[in-house]
């Protein structure tokens, strides 16, 4: 499968816990974003990289949120001291450069539960 | 008011029907305008992707943007059961956000047989 992948696709913690997810882009794709997802709702910006670069980074991203991208391949998030309000489909998608920036490519996400 | 508005349904038609979408907007520096599928549990699939204003078709598929109006729609023709889905817009400007996406609720679709 060539798609963008992340694991784990489902997370269960308790609050107070520290989670980490991965994100795999598509191959020779050189940017990648995070989004958040809650029920009933559209995506939610988060964080956006161009290669290894962090390039922006939404209010909904609070210190104890934290995004890499160590070599411009894949990335991680994770989040610290988790709240029940973390709760919630974390998206990652990919895009190559160029003028076709714009199509984002989405991943399966990983829904996180925090009891 | 959010920046993107998206009627969230429930949409329920019979197999067959045309089923128009559709979504408004306030920022006029949107550009860029996709819409997106997403099955239940599942990541968003990108369907259409139009620039700027006019039409776009692809099979059963119609995407329409009015940029006068702040309005774009998606039409689905011949619905089938397998279109049963929640569908996003989502768009974008050319600023320093670069491929930054904004997002509707979505409409969650039932194509019934």
């Known amino acids: 499968d060539t798609g963008v992948s992340q694991d784990p696709r489902h997370k269960i913690t308790k609050r107070g816990q520290n989670v980490t997810f991965r994100c795999d882009p598509i191959?020779?794709?050189?940017?990648l974003y995070w989004y958040r997802q809650t029920l009933g709702q559209g995506p939610e910006f988060l964080t956006y990289?161009?290669?290894?670069?962090?390039?922006?980074k939404s209010r909904l991203l609070s210190d104890r949120f934290s995004a890499e991208r160590p070599k411009g391949s894949f990335s991680t998030l994770e989040i610290q001291r988790t709240e029940q309000g973390d709760s919630a489909m974390y998206l990652c998608?990919?895009?190559?450069?160029?003028?076709?920036?714009?199509?984002?490519?989405f991943g399966p996400g990983t829904r996180l539960t925090v009891l | 008011q959010k920046e993107v508005e998206q009627d969230p349904g429930p949409l329920s038609v019979p197999e067959g029907a045309i089923v128009s979408l559709n979504c408004t907007y306030s920022?006029?520096?949107?550009?860029?305008f996709m819409w997106y599928r997403q099955y239940s549990r599942k990541g968003p699939e990108l369907l259409m992707y139009?620039?700027?204003?006019g039409n776009k078709e692809d099979g059963r598929f119609t995407a329409q943007v009015d940029k006068s109006s702040k309005y774009i729609s998606l039409f689905i023709r011949d619905s089938q059961p397998s279109d049963s889905a929640t569908y996003l817009c989502?768009?974008?400007?050319?600023?320093?956000?670069?491929?930054?996406?904004?997002f509707g609720r979505g409409t969650q679709l039932t194509v019934w047989p």
């Open positions: 989502a768009m974008s400007d050319r600023g320093s956000t670069l491929g930054r996406l904004y």
């Open positions: 191959s020779e794709h050189n940017r």
């Open positions: 920022n006029s520096a949107f550009q860029y």
């Open positions: 998608a990919s895009s190559p450069g160029g003028s076709s920036y714009n199509e984002q490519f």
């Open positions: 139009t620039y700027s204003s």
């Open positions: 990289f161009q290669n290894e670069a962090q390039l922006e």
